[in-house]
């Protein structure tokens, strides 16, 4: 095992796919990949392409770091879910980061992540994450948006080599509000014993 960690970090929580190799107190590969679908195919290969770029291998790996939201479900669940599998199979732990941390480690102020309809995610000092309209958060002071998803992706990365070593659960999904989608309220089908 090196003596410097290595962390692999990665979020698919809004309009991208991102990811970024941390050696010690060094980012030495990151890169952002703007798009609105697609991350469940490309996160993967842009995963072996970080690693490849700096001369790592997966079992070179300390940790794994995720995004866990809030933001978008299925790209929350993409990440969490390729993160958890990763560290079950590789046997080293996986830290999951909020994007309201890595924001509060990027500025002052009121840690904002952008939602559809014109709307942040918003966490207040001693208040639940709550969803609202940007126009209100900027009311409340501050905003510390998530428009830099490079940064965003590095400090996930150097939050997850701060706490690898004392994290004892897996990577949980953060859902701020319900699921757009709703079950069916069809009856399922009768099933046929054969």
């Keep these: 095992m090196p003596s410097d960690p290595i962390i692999l970090a990665f979020d698919t929580s809004a309009a991208h796919c991102a990811a970024a190799l941390l050696h010690g107190d060094t980012i030495v590969a990151s890169r952002v990949e703007p798009m609105s679908r697609g991350q469940a195919e490309r996160l993967m290969p842009l995963l072996e392409e970080i690693l490849a770029e700096a001369d790592c291998t997966w079992r070179d790996l300390t940790a794994i770091g995720v995004g866990i939201g ?4 299925t790209g929350i669940r993409i990440s969490v879910s390729a993160a958890r599998g990763l560290a079950l199979g590789l046997g080293i732990p996986a830290v999951g980061v909020t994007g309201f941390d890595a924001l509060a480690e990027i500025g002052d102020g009121i840690p904002a992540i952008r939602a559809p309809r014109e709307q942040v995610y918003v966490a207040l000092p001693g208040q639940d994450p709550a969803l609202m309209a940007q126009e209100q958060a900027e009311s409340l002071g501050n905003l510390i948006l998530n ?3 490079d940064v965003l992706v590095n400090t996930l990365a150097r939050l997850t080599a701060q706490r690898w070593s004392t994290t004892t659960q897996p990577p949980a999904p953060l859902y ?11 009856s399922p089908p009768v099933l046929l014993d054969g």
């Design 70 to 73: 809030p933001g978008n479900f």
């Design 147 to 149: 428009d830099d998803a």
């Design 176 to 186: 701020v509000r319900p699921a757009d989608a709703a079950p069916s309220k069809d």
